[in-house]
């Protein structure tokens, strides 16, 4: 069973930086693709940015665009999220996905999903 596991949300005022990360835990070959979507209370889980699984691709959602990036781990299947400059609209629940095949902006791409991070920024 592949399973996703996130780390490093928290509380942090406007203008300060997180980095989250996300591994897969099953042992594996296969290389996956993987992304960031959000939820904010009351809201649509939305895109943040994703990767391919040689790290020679990225997609990022406008709204973060030039203040996150996300790159890949030396470990295989591990990627991070470096938000920056953060803003009191970025406060949502953090899920990683991961996929085989796919990679892009729509979470029906992704099979495999986490359990979330929490991420709070004050103002």
């Known amino acids: 069973q592949v399973q996703l596991v996130e780390s490093g949300g928290g509380l942090v005022q406007a203008g300060g930086s997180l980095r989250l990360s996300c591994a897969l835990s099953?042992?594996?070959?296969?290389?996956?693709?993987m992304g960031w979507f959000r939820q904010a209370p009351g809201k649509e889980r939305e895109f943040v940015a994703a990767?391919?699984?040689?790290?020679?691709?990225?997609y990022y959602a406008d709204s973060v665009t030039g203040r996150f990036t996300i790159s890949r781990g030396n470990a295989k299947n591990t990627v991070f999220l470096q938000m920056n400059s953060l803003k009191p609209e970025d406060t949502a629940v953090y899920y990683c996905a991961a996929d085989k095949v796919r990679v892009g902006r729509d979470q029906k791409m992704y099979d495999y999903w986490g359990q979330g991070t929490q991420v709070t920024v004050s103002s």
């Open positions: 099953e042992r594996t070959s296969i290389n996956y693709n």
């Open positions: 990767i391919n699984w040689m790290g020679s691709g990225t």
